[in-house]
């Protein structure tokens, strides 16, 4: 299995820009599509981005498309997501997690087999 820890999360101003790291650890990094999730409060977990085994396959959700950019570092076993222009609602937990089983990175929330712990963002207006 691999271990996820996410950081760089924080409080800032609406239209500023965060970059959150997952830094993964335990079986082969590049074996595993990666995605980044979120929950606010009161709502369900959320799809935000996803990101194959090498950076070229990436998908959005239509809410940060344009805005946020996921990459990943295999030599450096590590996800970025690069948040710009953010708004009031980004604010949530984002979660990192992976799974091995499929090619593409998955949208629903339980294809996800691993998680991190999570790291509150936090967008002021």
């Known amino acids: 299995q691999v271990q996820l820890v996410e950081s760089g999360g924080g409080l800032v101003q609406a239209g500023g820009s965060l970059r959150l790291s997952c830094a993964a650890s335990?079986?082969?990094?590049?074996?595993?599509?990666l995605g980044w999730l979120r929950q606010a409060p009161g709502k369900g977990r959320e799809f935000v981005a996803g990101?194959?085994?090498?950076?070229?396959?990436?998908i959005y959700a239509a809410s940060v498309k344009g805005r946020f950019t996921i990459s990943r570092d295999n030599a450096k076993n590590t996800m970025y997501l690069q948040m710009n222009s953010l708004k009031p609602e980004d604010t949530a937990i984002y979660y990192c997690a992976a799974v091995s089983r499929f090619s593409s990175p998955p949208s629903a929330p339980n294809e996800y087999d691993y998680w991190g712990q999570g790291t509150q963002v936090t967008v002021s207006s």
């Open positions: 335990g079986r082969t990094f590049s074996n595993y599509v």
């Open positions: 990101i194959g085994w090498s950076d070229i396959r990436t």
